[in-house]
């Protein structure tokens, strides 16, 4: 159980062109996603919480217009990264919450999507 | 300070030792406390949770809360070649509060 796929798992795109990376909850309903990113040899850096049905929280530093964010279900988070250029070449990485409140907060991540902008 | 602290490492132990990683954590209210492992190159898996004071066995992992001093850890008992990974330490406070992840601990087992 608790299996979170995402897709694609790796792009490659031109300077200017917007990728939109999906992230699903498989085996359960997640009404918290979270979106990471992680350079080579650093740590993970969370940039925004996903709530199903409404707009996300993005953490200081993050451009929401550039990286945008919908949670149109229970099941399934969607980034958009608009007019990627190569310095946002990097590992893309969504999880989702398995419980909100008490003492869960389990986490589980996708596999992770590799984005590389030429 | 950090939020949750770890020592980078590496870790260095060789196939068949006791692995022991640390960590210690600013929040007195957290409530929820992970350990998680990361693959060069692959996503964060889950390896063990706990939410009370002690030990709790899964296994060869050992996870140890003690909120008093505000420290959890990890032991790897029997360490192979492939327990070769960061090991990331997380806490929550609950409530729907985020899940604060230090920034790992490089484990390197020597065949």
């Known amino acids: 159980g608790a299996v979170v796929s995402q897709h694609p798992s790796w792009v490659i795109c031109k300077s200017g062109t917007s990728v939109k990376i999906e992230c699903r909850s498989l085996?359960?309903?997640?009404?918290?996603m979270f979106w990471y990113r992680q350079f080579p040899k650093q740590s993970l850096m969370l940039m925004a919480t996903?709530?199903?049905?409404?707009?996300?929280?993005?953490e200081q530093g993050v451009e929401k217009d550039k990286f945008l964010i919908n949670h149109a279900s229970l099941t399934l988070s969607t980034l958009t990264v608009t007019s990627a250029h190569p310095e946002d070449s990097s590992f893309y990485i969504c999880?989702?919450?398995?419980?909100?409140?008490?003492?869960?907060?389990?986490?589980?991540f996708g596999p992770g999507t590799r984005l590389t902008v030429l | 300070q950090k939020e949750v602290e770890q020592n980078s490492g590496p870790l260095s132990v060789p196939e068949g030792a006791i692995a022991s990683l640390n960590c210690t954590y600013s929040?007195?209210?957290?409530?929820?406390f992970f350990w998680y492992r990361q693959y060069s190159g692959k996503s964060p898996e889950l390896i063990m949770s706990?939410?009370?004071?002690g030990d709790k066995e899964d296994g060869r992992f050992t996870a140890q809360l003690n909120k008093a001093s505000q420290y959890v850890s990890l032991l790897i008992r029997d360490s192979q070649p492939s327990d070769s990974a960061t090991y990331l330490c997380?806490?929550?406070?609950?409530?729907?509060?985020?899940?604060?992840f230090g920034a790992g601990t490089r484990l390197f087992v020597k065949a």
């Open positions: 999880s989702a919450r398995l419980r909100s409140g008490g003492s869960y907060n389990e986490q589980f």
């Open positions: 085996d359960f309903q997640a009404t918290t």
């Open positions: 996903s709530n199903e049905g409404s707009k996300a929280t993005y």
């Open positions: 929040d007195r209210g957290s409530q929820s």
């Open positions: 706990i939410y009370s004071n």
């Open positions: 997380a806490v929550n406070r609950g409530g729907g509060f985020k899940t604060i």
